[in-house]
């Protein structure tokens, strides 16, 4: 068995896609090694080299401060606001009647916005929050679908120096609330419904839910989009069209001049315990970061159509919907449903109706229309499409192959970026020039040097699995968790202290082309279909529910979903397990986390394997789950 499986990697290794002649010719970067040997030799002179492509107020002093690892800062005494680089800018050049959004709701509606309509929109929506007392330091939590007025949003709160916490609007109750706490967030925006499959997802319903558990809201913005009937609450929640159209929503707007390291967001992200974790990012490394790596490694060009299929409620949707392209000048398309609704070459539809040219999106999306078979997307003419990207979980080969042969005809190289919510951006990815093996990120982008090691630092030899780490900063990386740095510096700084390295907490090897291969978690997060869940939360969801007094989650691989997430449950005593009770302990858990985070199993049990010390080893039920050898027995308890 343990043959065939490493015959099988090593043929993956040498299978190659070249790019073609009129890629290579279009390409801004023609040559990675020279690039990349420069970069790493003088990083702070490459990134300087970066940050001159924005516009700042005041230019730094210093690329990169590292008095005090592993809180490192950049562009020093730079002043500048991110969305001076993503909007104003461009309107003193053409690009203010070029169109910066487009956007397709998923009955069929359509608006598109230019720079100048966008800059119209987002300041008058900032004079609102103003007029509201929202100011620098306050923390704006936006709960929304995917709809314009997120970005709207998002950019009005930067532009006036205002950090927003965007929370994913498949997210439920427990999960909204708790972030709207830890962030003290004082103003929610919201909308009373987004669509999905046809149905209006209540969004407004959960957020009353919500903001009963959390006080600290005193304003709450509605967006009407689904006109569905919702509660509002005399003094506490108003329409946003009706704010838009008081006296004080002015399309004048002065954008605040922040620091380079002032917060410009935090996003809330799993770990390992039940806690979320508000990564932290700031204006300055983070505008270079997103608007560099979009650029270079899409190869962005001006007459370029961009696609990310992401939700914006995620950091792939903060910095490769909104920040990265808009910063490039680009035109960000932007869809609000599912993909396949109301049948399966929707996407496909879509592509051929704006002319997208590069396609951005995740494994789990591409398996998902794949099963569908080949006839709806050859009934589209997908020719406009010279880029397609992949991002969230590793690509199996099977959907990369057909990714590349039916959606991008041979044509369009698959741009695999590896990277994370702590990271900001792209840190592993091929560009378009680079030869790929389906399933492989390739090589790490300009200024990243990454190893794969074993716990002592060591690194691995080559096709050994190891521990996948960053060896110097970088300016995406978050600067702390929101309110805990101790736990910063723990959870990705401790492990490898005496080097200094980032701990990414993924698994990988390398080939011996120098190629890397993610294999996938090492700690107990979990990707469900490209979404991060830690099984420690799903694990307080379910010991929420009054049946049940312990609980353990793991994940396990599934064909569409990448992972699916199988519980065990120990039930309190003089309780029995049913059916019904398993599909009231599912539905729990989709209520208080969200339809991502329900159970594809739940199974009752009487113990759970321990450790002496009482953790729970979800090696040990994984491993009985596959019917494989269970290993090192040691650690359990009786
Ligand atoms: O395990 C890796 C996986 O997604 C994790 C990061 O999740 P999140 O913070 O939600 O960000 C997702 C979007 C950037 C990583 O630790 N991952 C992300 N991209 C890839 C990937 N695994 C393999 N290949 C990728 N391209």
Redesign the pocket.
Known sequence: MASTDKNKSVNLESEIFNPSKEIIEQAYIKQYESIYKRSIEDREGFWAEQAENLEWYKKWTTVLDDSKPPFYKWFIGGKMNIVHNAIDRHLNTWRKNKLAFIWEGEPGDFRSFSYHALNREVSKFANIMKSMGVKKGDIVTIYMPQIPELAFAMLACAKIGVAHSVVYGGFSVEALAERIMDADSRVLITADGGWRRGKIIDLKSIANEAMMRSPTIEVCVVVKRTGNEVYMETGRDFWYHDLMSLPVASPVCETEVMDSEDLLFILY??GTTGRPKGMVHTHGGYAVYTSTTHKLVFDIKEEDRWWCA?DPG???GHSYIIYGPLINGSTTFMYEGAPNHPFPNRWWQMIEKYGITILYTS?TAIRGLMRFGDAWPSRHNLESLRILG??????NPEAWRWYYKIIGREKCPII????????GGFM??PLPITPLKPGS?TRPFFGNEVAIVDNKGKEVAVGEEGMLVIKSPWPGLARTIYKDSDRYREIYWKDFKKHGWYK???SARIDKDGYIW?I??IDD?I?VS???LGTAEIESALVSHPAVSEAAAIALPHDLKGHAIHSYVILRAGLDGSKELEEDLKRHVSHELGPIARPETVDFVESLPKTRSGKIMRRVLKARALGHDEGDLTTLEE
């Open positions: 992200t799993s992401a995620w950091i792939t494994p992949s991002v969230g979980e590793p690509i695999d970026t590896w990277w994370q919510t702590e990271t592993i990815t990120a990414t907490g993924d993610i996938g978690r997060v990707k490209g979404y991060r």
